[in-house]
């Protein structure tokens, strides 16, 4: 054991000084490395990082969310109450939270806002989704349609009350006059991001069934269902289904039912399926690198011939000289692999700051990277070694 590993540091020494003595020609050797792996580490890096945070803004979204939209037919618009009560009551169902918007106008100081945007909702709303910045949410007896709160955006704090300390003031909306109990927090999830809100004078949330009598509303159309943690999503939306399908006697069209998490399983899929892509096309600048390394080893052993023949004539083993080569081509191999990494993280680090995401490293990208560099190191080094290996000393001192 003790003879084997001194073995290994004098092939490793005597490598590392060849590579030192032709510096250029070790570079351009590594060059492919270094370039197959900064490629393989810096895509994979970029889309995971893009994805994940696109992933991230789809759960927000979503996550064990039901979006439910029921028009309806021409013999019922909607849901009833009553409706949305016996939908509360499928298994797996957390909660229901009906969803009415309307554009209105604001009065303030003897302005009139046209452009508020007021969306009602339900208490349970404010149970599944985290948006108060400052105040509270409505109570449950605060949900009865005639009692005037309500929870306001910094965009209409600014456009429309030009005033910080809001909470407890109360506003003209919409023909009523509204008590301010809340303030939204900024929203960052990708609704946010795409939504154009620059006429916008700001929005309200209030009571759903208040927005409903404002629009003189009988039916609820649009509602989020919340399932239970631990639940299937599927199957509370299989069960959805089968009472609106009740509820509209199997009529064509009267509603639609949007899941949230089966679109985030399928942008996983595509997400797996485009770093596979990637990881295969950056791998073929690892192939040109490998072959690159063969054929600098090759040339080696092509100019050292008459070194290999006079060391085999004192006496030094084929395993030996094979060791040497093999050792000299990892060695190259690993040195481009590292940099290659170093190359990779910086490209993928100014990707991620360029698309404004989180930077995030793919430690299976640095392992996929460092893999690749040393199986091409040993598999291209491989017949280069052995060549040297068998190289017949009398013929090996012969040459020039």
Excluded at 94 to 109: K, L, N, Q, R, Y
Excluded at 279 to 289: D, E, K, N, P, R
Excluded at 361 to 376: P, T
Aim: hydrophobic share 45%; charged share 15%.
């Amino acid at each position: 054991m003790r003879k084997f590993i001194g073995m290994i540091k004098e092939s490793i020494k005597m490598s590392a000084q060849n590579i030192k003595s032709n510096k250029m020609r070790s570079f351009l050797t590594m060059l492919g490395i270094m370039i197959g792996v900064a490629s393989v580490i810096g895509l994979i890096t970029i889309v995971q990082t893009a994805s994940d945070y696109v992933m991230g803004q789809f759960s927000e979204l979503g996550a064990g969310t039901i979006t439910v939209m029921t028009p309806g037919t021409a013999l019922k618009n909607g849901l009833t109450e009553k409706d949305v009560e016996n939908l509360r009551n499928i298994e797996g169902v957390d909660g229901i939270a009906p969803s009415v918007s309307a554009t209105v106008s604001a009065v303030s100081e003897g302005e009139i806002y046209d452009n508020v945007t007021m969306d009602g909702v339900d208490v349970s709303f404010f149970a599944h989704n985290d948006i108060i910045e400052e105040g509270r949410s409505f109570r449950e007896f605060e949900a009865d349609g005639y009692t005037q709160v309500c929870i306001v955006d910094r965009t209409f704090i600014s456009k429309v009350l030009k005033s910080g300390d809001v909470i407890g003031q109360t506003v003209h909306i919409g023909g009523y006059d509204y008590l301010i109990i809340g303030i939204q927090g900024e929203s960052t999830n990708l609704s946010a991001a795409y939504s154009d809100t620059s006429n916008s004078d700001g929005n309200v949330i209030v009571p759903y069934r208040n927005v409903m009598r404002m629009t003189f509303a009988s039916n609820i159309t649009n509602f989020n269902v919340y399932v239970k943690d631990g639940i299937s999503t599927s199957d509370v939306e299989t069960s959805l289904r089968q009472e609106l399908d009740r509820i509209y006697n199997e009529a064509d069209n009267a509603f639609s039912v949007i899941n949230l998490e089966a679109l985030v399983n399928v942008m996983g899929s595509v997400q797996s399926m485009l770093t596979s892509m990637l990881g295969g096309i950056a791998s073929i600048a690892l192939l040109v690198g490998g072959i690159g390394i063969m054929n600098m080893m090759l040339t080696s052993v092509s100019e050292r011939t008459r070194e290999i023949g006079l060391r085999k004539a004192l006496g030094a083993q084929p395993s030996r000289i094979q060791v040497q080569f093999l050792m000299e081509s990892i060695i190259l191999s690993l040195m481009g692999g590292f940099i290659g990494i170093i190359l990779g993280l910086i490209i993928a680090y100014v990707g991620s700051n360029l698309m404004d995401v989180a930077f995030k490293i793919s430690w299976g990208a640095v392992a996929l990277g460092v893999g690749f560099s040393a199986a091409v190191g040993i598999i291209f080094g491989w017949m280069p070694a052995r060549r040297a290996s068998e190289l017949n000393p009398i013929d090996a001192l012969r040459s020039e």
